[in-house]
């Protein structure tokens, strides 16, 4: 690292704040040793997502991750409990605790990062409990391990119930909705350094080197009313504690979290029906997709890209 580049992170990470946040993690299990070429690792904060995340851990198991480094902040459903059982039966997952409550998002997961380096992890997909990532025609290690880039983009696609289904259980959906073209928004993988600066949301990083696109992933935000009302009430709860309730950040979650129940009904019924959640989105086509046989690389069948050719 650049000299003056390292010495402004030892500087940004010696302030009380940052201090403060890496002293509320602890991740269980991990031996530090030097970095390994080609390992992949992925970095994880969770709270309250009972319902999908041993699909997203099982996910990036099956994908061949070298690690995964899942921590909760706090969750109050059976999170915890899920996290416990599955690092029991693959040494590849190590759990950790966060008892820091704000949303210091950027802070933590730049952290965590620095905590999967030191494990010997190679490269760094800093992910949520909510997103599946692929690459086109292989797998995502494979991929990055075949990339001479620093930095790579990881574009995202929104995935619904059907429009017969009220909720999207992945134990037991048979089919489900998805839109054919993606957000706008990017997520990033990149290459582990003794420190790195992620942005809020996991959508850039402080990193010199050669960027590329050439990752894609599923994002399923939405999976009940239930869901989405608990995660942006939370949500917003933690932007605040962070920044105060003036804060322009996750504005999206304070949109939906002031809806009343009849109101985030109504959103509900036209999300599944082909509209967005939040008022003025842009509404993209969608295709039905089975949900019976996963992926292990992007869009194996073709659907989208026909779909979105056709369109």
Known sequence: MHTARAFRHRVARARPLQRKIEAAIAVEGLTVRATMPGSVWGVCMVKDEADIIAHTIRHFLQQGLDGLIVVDNGSTDATPDILRSMATSDARLFIGVDREPAYHQGRKTSYLAHVAWSAGADWIVPFDADEHWFAVGTTLPEFLRGTSATVVECAMFEVYAAPEDDTLDLSTARTFQM??????????????????????????????????????LRHFPYRSREQVSRKVVGGRDAVERAFGHRSRFASHWKEVAHLSDEDLRTRWKALLGGEKILEGSPIVPRVIMSAVEPWLSWDPLSELSQRAEGH
């Open 179 to 216: 839109d054919v073209t993606p957000t706008g928004w990017s997520k990033v993988a990149f290459r582990a350094k003794p420190w790195v600066w992620v942005e809020m949301g996991n959508h850039g990083v402080k990193s010199r080197g050669r960027r590329e696109a050439g990752l894609n």
